[in-house]
């Protein structure tokens, strides 16, 4: 195992400590565990959620869809053109030509006119009531894994430990931000500033914002807590932070898997696979000025 | 300077992420789902049973859907399905001002009734303004007047063994080389005897109009639009969905939607 994790160290001495480190015990097993069923949840709550929108591309802001009168923030269309089929997005009352990803995608031979294209949904064609079935089981695995996770991070102190925010966060946060845009990493035990609001907006702000403006879509929930509709703005507003709070977890995502890349992929997945996590050497600091 | 370059290794890493998240998302992986028999999809699809009870425990009986006020009611209602029935029956009910359409209540009843929309209409009404949530997505309020379901179904007298409610309507909504589908669906009884479940024939103060169901059509405020057939003409109480349609218990439950249209 030891042995294994040098060659892996010597291979990898792109931007991961460049001597030897200490590995730590970083992730516990119930971190661990629940990030990959995280992860594989999202995944198809994406895919699903995105042919559910299919269903009805399009925005707005209230209790109901304008259709006598206007209240979208965005629409997804086509319509078809001297030059053939235009897929558009408006977005605000502003229109931008999308051909070939929003709206019409597929091959110039055979376009399809959906607003979200084959490759970003399940199934691939359109197909409401599927997205439905993995939708409605992959929301209950992600809460219920939410559950989980926040019983087991207030028992093993994770919570405490690791993802609350001290002033000394905050203090250093200035040269967090600045570290990252250099892509100068430390390897650490503890979480950066960054890290703890990164983790702890998706944890405590999105999924959860997730959870709630799903809910507020429920006819059935209504009934049990009409309020929830209403102070989300209405059931059609909640369908819109539903879907910019999607886009937000998206762009999460997105920065989550650069910022492996960038630290030193194999020391970072082995983390979370293992738990075990090999820090920065102590000697690591005197060199960062010359480095 | 900070150091930061790709090593082979962190690139070939990056490669086979890249790689296999496309090949995930790849198209059509995962269309076996699409598969109405598929076993996974059957485990998936159990999700929604448990749905069903969750909310049930946490709405109860009685709870009831939102209501609004008039000026809520910003545009006519958004009609989806059948909005013009070209059956032959339909037709000439309709070229009569729907004079000559019953309303059946059968299956498990102690005094099956047949009643004209005059008589409905002269039984106990109640008058809502309510948010239609459809499937799709998309939401629109309007006012809804009608005979409560309880009371159509008190009035046959509902036998203990029955468990559910189902609706024939007179709409086609398929056509194929099998034949014709006219539009079927059912609630329980809970559903049914909710007070807001309402047989309605009047919309925003005027008579229901065709393309929203006319003369008769379910109201199931804590559902989705599809379990609130249009075009009724015969409630039936059964014991169990099993014979009807390919035994899901409604249209587009046996082509894949969830019996129970809470969520």
């Known amino acids: 195992m030891e042995s294994q994790a040098r060659l892996v160290q010597q291979a990898d001495d792109g931007s991961a400590p460049t001597s030897e480190g200490t ?28 042919q559910i929108f299919n269903a009805h591309p399009a925005l707005y802001i209230g209790k109901q869809s304008g259709f006598a009168f206007s209240n979208d923030v965005l629409v997804i269309g086509a319509e078809n053109s001297s030059t053939g089929p235009v897929g558009y997005t408006t977005i605000l009352g ?12 597929g091959s110039t031979a055979n376009p399809s006119a959906r607003a979200f294209p084959a490759w970003a949904t399940i199934p ?38 690791d993802l609350t925010p001290r002033a000394n966060d ?72 539903h879907f910019v709070a999607m886009a937000l977890l998206v762009g999460f995502f997105i920065i989550h898997i650069l910022m492996i890349l960038a630290a030193g992929p194999i ?3 082995r983390s979370i696979f293992t738990g075990w996590y090999r820090t920065d050497p102590p000697a690591d600091e005197n060199h960062e000025g010359s480095a | 300077m900070p150091k930061f370059q790709l090593s082979r290794r962190s690139f070939l890493t990056a490669a ?27 485990v998936l699809e159990g999700a929604n049973d448990l749905t069903y009870h969750v909310q049930r425990l946490l709405a109860g009986r009685d709870s009831l859907a939102q209501e609004f006020t008039e000026a809520d009611i ?60 459809c499937v799709e997505g998309w939401s629109c309020i309007a006012k809804w007047t009608g005979v409560p379901m309880a009371l159509v179904l008190d009035a046959a007298t509902v036998k203990p063994s029955a468990r559910y409610v189902v609706f024939h ?24 005897r909710h007070p807001q479940t309402i047989l309605a024939y009047g919309m925003n103060g005027k008579p229901l109009p065709v393309e929203n169901g006319a003369p008769l059509r379910v109201r199931v405020e804590r559902q989705l639009g599809y379990k609130m057939p249009k075009y009724l003409h015969r409630i039936e109480l059964v014991d169990g969905l099993g014979a009807m349609g390919l035994g899901k218990g409604g249209y587009w439950e046996d082509r894949g939607y969830d019996w129970y249209g809470g969520i």
Request: proline share 3%; net charge positive.
């Open chain 1, 23 to 50: 590995l730590v015990y970083r992730q516990s097993g119930w971190t661990r565990l629940t990030h990959w069923i995280w992860a594989f949840s999202l995944f198809f709550l994406l895919l699903s959620g995105l």
């Open chain 1, 94 to 105: 502003n229109r931008f030509n999308t051909t070939g990803v929003l709206g019409v995608s």
């Open chain 1, 124 to 161: 691939s064609g359109q197909d409401l009531a599927t997205g439905r079935v993995v939708h409605f089981f992959f929301a209950w695995m992600l809460s219920a894994t939410l559950l989980v996770w926040l019983g087991a991070s207030l028992l093993n102190g994770h919570l405490r430990r």
């Open chain 1, 170 to 241: 905050l203090r250093r946060l200035p040269k967090d931000i600045v570290d990252h845009a250099r892509l100068k990493f430390h390897h650490s035990r503890d979480y950066n500033t960054l890290q703890k609001l990164a983790y702890g907006g998706v944890l405590f702000v999105l999924l959860p914002l997730m959870i709630i403006t799903g809910l507020a879509m429920s006819p059935s929930m209504n009934a049990a807590v009409p309020f929830l509709a209403d102070l989300l703005g209405g059931r059609q507003t909640a369908r819109t932070i």
């Open chain 1, 267 to 269: 020391n970072e997945l």
């Open chain 2, 16 to 42: 086979t992420l890249g790689a296999s998240t496309v090949a995930l998302s790849g198209c059509d992986a995962f269309d076996f789902l699409a598969d109405r028999d598929n076993g996974v999809r059957n």
């Open chain 2, 74 to 133: 910003r545009q006519p209602q958004r009609p989806n399905g059948i909005t013009a029935p070209d059956d032959s029956v339909y037709k000439s009910l309709q070229a009569g001002d729907f004079a000559d359409w019953r309303l059946e209540v059968t299956g498990l009843v102690d005094k099956p009734l047949s009643l004209s929309r005059q008589q409905l209409m002269n039984m106990p009404s109640r008058t809502q303004i309510t948010r239609h949530d």
């Open chain 2, 169 to 192: 309507c007179l709409d086609t909504i398929e056509r194929s080389i099998s034949g014709e589908v006219k539009y079927y669906g059912s609630i329980d009884l809970i559903d049914a």
